[in-house]
């Protein structure tokens, strides 16, 4: 897994992208409401299918992790 791209769009947008090691791309996109990741699959002619989306605003977020530290 490695970091290969950071931009940061605004003081309230970012964008990360992460190669996690098995030619899967996670795009990690933080705003000024809330974190969306997606995932895409291996580069084929310059073209990567996107796999899926999860996202919540900051609030959710920390209801969650609240939730699954308890549990």
């Known amino acids: 897994m490695s970091i ?15 190669d996690i090691g098995d030619g899967r791309t996670l795009t990690v996109n933080i705003t000024g409401e809330g974190i969306i990741m997606d995932v895409y699959g291996s580069k084929a002619d310059t073209h990567q299918p996107h796999l899926g989306t999860a ?17």
């Open 4 to 18: 290969i791209y950071t931009e940061t769009l605004s003081d309230a947008e970012s964008r990360t992208d992460i």
């Open 55 to 71: 996202g919540m605003m900051f609030d959710e977020w920390a209801e969650w992790i609240i939730r699954e530290d308890i549990a």
